[in-house]
T-cell receptor
Framework: QKEVEQNSGPLSVPEGAIASLNCTYS??????FFWYRQYSGKSPELIMS????GDKEDGRFTAQLNKASQYVSLLIRDSQPSDSATYLC?????????????FGTGTQLKVEL | SQTIHQWPATLVQPVGSPLSLECTVE??????LYWYRQAAGRGLQLLFY??????ISSEVPQNLSASRPQDRQFILSSKKLLLSDSGFYLC??????????????FGPGTRLLVL
């Protein structure tokens, strides 16, 4: 089993819709969770971090964390064509020494006009 | 504010040639530094990380090495490149500190093609 799993997509949503991106992780002691956005040919850029169960909102983005079920999700409201990118989920685990981030392979999002 | 630089931006090298990629961070002291590789269509693979000058941890045994000669400088090297070394090399930094705040910020990357 992969440590961090994401559906590779592509996930296609119409402009203005809500895009829902999901991520599951295997290490039950994981403590810190991150979502990065990566445009084609560019480096990942941080969108959000979340550490506690529940929802965390930042503008059009909402991260949701459920440690009991070991999943973290990212909702993008009012999706725009500029949101088309690959979204990477990343997890830090205390068992990993706290310095190492494990990434999923990413979900490709396409927002269609 | 903090800034991370990488160079070169792109590199085409023959098999068997040496490699040196450089990463520098501005605006922070004593950062954790990381080297990742992203092969085409694949996820990010952690290669090395460093918590201080001269302190390097290797994640994957391979023909690459890393060095940290200065606090905010991280270098990735190879004596002889392989075809499989092609990829997108990313340097990242994070603040030294507690486990719960280890957000990593990435540089612009170096795209390496080994022919």
């Amino acid at each position: 089993q992969k440590e961090v799993e994401q559906n590779s997509g592509p996930l296609s949503v119409p402009e203005g819709a809500i895009a829902s991106l999901n991520c599951t992780y295997s290490d039950r002691v994981s403590q810190s969770f991150f979502w990065y956005r990566q445009y084609s040919g560019k480096s990942p850029e941080l969108i959000m971090s979340i550490y506690s169960n529940g929802d965390k909102e930042d503008g059009r983005f909402t991260a949701q964390l459920n440690k009991a079920s070991q999943y973290v999700s990212l909702l993008i409201r009012d999706s725009q064509p500029s949101d088309s990118a690959t979204y990477l989920c990343a997890v830090i685990s205390l068992t990993g020494g706290g310095n190492k981030l494990t990434f999923g392979t990413g979900t490709q999002l396409k927002v269609e006009l | 504010s903090q800034t991370i630089h990488q160079w070169p931006a792109t590199l085409v090298q023959p098999v068997g040639s040496p490699l040196s990629l450089e990463c520098t961070v501005e605006g922070t002291s004593n950062p954790n530094l990381y080297w990742y590789r992203q092969a085409a269509g694949r996820g990010l693979q952690l290669l090395f990380y460093s918590v201080g000058i001269g302190q390097i941890s290797s994640e994957v045994p391979q023909n690459l090495s890393a060095s940290r000669p200065q606090d905010r400088q991280f270098i990735l090297s190879s004596k002889k490149l392989l075809l499989s070394d092609s990829g997108f090399y990313l340097c990242a930094w994070s603040v030294q500190g507690g486990f719960f705040i280890e957000t990593q910020y990435f540089g612009p990357g170096t795209r390496l093609l080994v022919l």
